[in-house]
């Protein structure tokens, strides 16, 4: 069974940092592509990171020099490591395990983590 499970959020000050972790098992972890996606108050997804069909990991231009994800494949873990934080990166952030697809010549999302939030106030 696809697991995948969040951690690491909390309320932080702007311009603070936070790193957040995604736990994942029951399947192939060191080949697999996860990204990072959060969802704001009334808002839409937003992915943070996305893996592209060149296979390779992008940042939303709005986190772009700020957050980084990295991996630990011994720990069958995905970091992101938030920094400089602004109060709209306010949400819920969540995890998603990717695979591609011929057909769509993208990356497609179908499993997912529960979530954990971000808060970034004052």
């Known amino acids: 069974e696809v697991r995948l499970v969040e951690s690491g959020g909390g309320l932080v000050q702007p311009g603070g940092s936070l790193t957040l972790s995604c736990a994942a098992s029951g399947f192939t972890f060191s080949s697999s592509a996860i990204s990072w996606a959060r969802q704001a108050p009334a808002k839409g997804l937003e992915w943070v990171t996305n893996f592209h069909s060149d296979g390779k990991m992008y940042y939303a231009d709005s986190v772009k020099g700020r957050f980084s994800s990295s991996r630990d494949n011994a720990k069958n873990t995905v970091y992101l490591q938030m920094n400089s934080l602004k109060p709209e990166d306010t949400a819920v952030y969540y995890c998603?395990?990717?695979?591609?697809?011929?057909?769509?010549?993208?990356?497609?999302?179908?499993?997912w983590g529960q979530g954990t939030q971000v808060t970034v106030s004052s």
């Open positions: 998603a395990l990717g695979s591609f697809r011929a057909d769509s010549d993208a990356y497609e999302y179908d499993y």
